[in-house]
């Protein structure tokens, strides 16, 4: 069973930064990575997606230039710095695992509990 634990939420200041973290868990696997996040009274949304191999990678508009996505495969971990934090980043974030280099909630198999993101304004 792939068990994915995020970790890394917190308060941060308009403008500060966080790094979330998701570890991974598990039988063998090469998954494409993704974060979404979740606002209160919103749907849940795509962040950012990476291949295990980090040659490729995709950011929502909205994050792209201040969120960077990576990973370690040596710890099994997948990273999502953020910076220039906006009140408008503040959500749970999620870390998902899938078999395809997508947007979509519906093809990610494996989702983590979710870490709270606040940022203040």
């Known amino acids: 069973q792939v068990q994915l634990v995020e970790s890394g939420g917190g308060l941060v200041q308009s403008g500060g930064s966080l790094r979330l973290s998701c570890v991974v868990s598990g039988p063998p696997f090469s998954f494409y990575m993704a974060w979404f996040r979740q606002a209160p009274g919103k749907e849940r949304e795509f962040v950012s997606v990476?291949?295990?191999?980090?040659?490729?990678?995709d950011y929502a508009g909205s994050v792209k230039g201040r969120f960077t996505i990576s990973r370690d495969g040596a710890k099994n971990t997948v990273y999502l710095q953020m910076n220039s934090l906006k009140p408008e980043d503040t959500a749970v974030y999620y870390c998902?695992?899938?078999?395809?280099?997508?947007?979509?909630?519906?093809?990610?198999?494996?989702w983590g509990q979710g870490t709270q993101v606040t940022v203040s304004s």
């Open positions: 998902a695992a899938g078999r395809k280099f997508t947007r979509s909630t519906f093809d990610y198999n494996y």
């Open positions: 990476i291949t295990w191999s980090g040659a490729n990678t």
